[in-house]
């Protein structure tokens, strides 16, 4: 099992699209600065999303807690769980690593810098586009369970749109030469 595994930070405020206009024009946005946390874990092959959310900080006791969830999740298999994650400091402390051994769960550290190699970068796109793109959400909470509803029902209701877009092709350059 392969899953990759990343935060993403929804701000409560105004997301517009492409506005352009000779006359001017007044749109509702939100108004404040809320943040609903999002610590995600996207499996590669079935593209479900299994989700740790709070309004405060991510922190590496919400790295373990989402650990925990995924060992629960994926109980005794005779396959191994491997997670990609990025060089976050919380994901890289030794409390989160010591917690995965214990939890017979692999980490890998992807390259510093590289989004890119990340799928569930992919997936966070999508949902802020989903979700917040030239969208109204009259408060806080229901800017919240419009991303909690795409989320959950994503890999069901969304199931083309993320085929395309989750895919594993990566760039690769086999031909590199590094100049010093």
Not at 138 to 154: C, E, G, H, P, R
Request: hydrophobic residues 50%; positive net charge.
């Amino acid at each position: 099992m392969v899953l990759f595994i990343d935060a993403a930070h929804f701000v409560y405020g105004a997301f517009l699209g492409f506005l352009w206009c000779f006359t001017r024009v007044f749109i509702r946005s939100p108004s404040g600065r809320q943040r609903f946390n999002v610590l995600g874990a996207l499996d590669a092959v079935s593209r479900q999303v299994h989700l740790f959310t709070n309004e405060t900080y991510i922190t590496a006791q919400s790295v373990c807690a989402l650990l925990s969830q995924l060992a629960a999740f994926y109980g005794p298999r005779n396959v191994p769980l491997t997670l990609f994650l990025d060089n976050a400091r919380y994901q890289r402390c030794e409390l989160v690593q010591a917690h995965a051994r214990a939890l017979g769960i692999d980490l890998e550290f992807l390259p510093t810098y590289s989004p890119n190699l990340n799928l569930i970068e992919r997936y966070w796109r999508w949902v802020k586009k989903q979700c917040l793109n030239a969208k109204y959400h009259a408060d806080f909470a229901t800017m919240k369970n419009a991303i909690l509803q795409t989320t959950a029902s994503a890999h069901h209701n969304h199931a083309a749109a993320l085929a395309s877009l989750l895919t594993w092709n990566f760039q690769l350059f086999p031909k590199t030469q590094v100049i010093i």
